[in-house]
Nanobody, 125 residues
Framework: QVQLVESGGGLVQAGGSLRLSCAAS????????MAWFRQAPGKEREFVAA????????FYVDSVRGRFAISRDNAKNTVYLQMNSLKPEDTAVYYC??????????????????WGQGTQVTVSS
């Protein structure tokens, strides 16, 4: 059974940090590029960050570059999103996604085949 399960969301004050995790099972994790997307109320789901299957390449949306860091541990079938200097506008449901994507990494959510259920991140001002 293919699964992506996110964890680590919560409520944090502006300027704080959170680390999201996404545990994968049921597929060959190391063959997939991984990404994080987010969706705020009333808005479309947007790309946040992606990492190649090997972890050697990463890409970020401009609004989080320098504050967020995506990483993966292929031995643990887990991808992470370290979020620092959080802002109220980062408030959203965060989803991890997997896609059989080679370089260059894509921000197009249609290229990602597998999705988790999401974890809520709320940043208070």
């Amino acid at each position: 059974q293919v699964q992506l399960v996110e964890s680590g969301g919560g409520l944090v004050q502006a300027g704080g940090s959170l680390r999201l995790s996404c545990a994968a099972s049921g597929f060959t994790f190391s063959s997939y590029a991984m990404a994080w997307f987010r969706q705020a109320p009333g808005k479309e789901r947007e790309f946040v960050a992606a990492i190649s299957w090997s972890g050697g390449s990463t890409f970020y949306v401009d609004s989080v570059r320098g504050r967020f860091a995506i990483s993966r541990d292929n031995a643990k079938n887990t991808v992470y999103l370290q979020m620092n200097s959080l802002k109220p506008e980062d408030t959203a449901v965060y989803y991890c996604a997997a896609g059989r994507i080679r370089l260059p990494l894509t921000t197009d959510r249609r290229e990602y085949d597998l999705w988790g259920q999401g974890t809520q991140v709320t940043v208070s001002s």
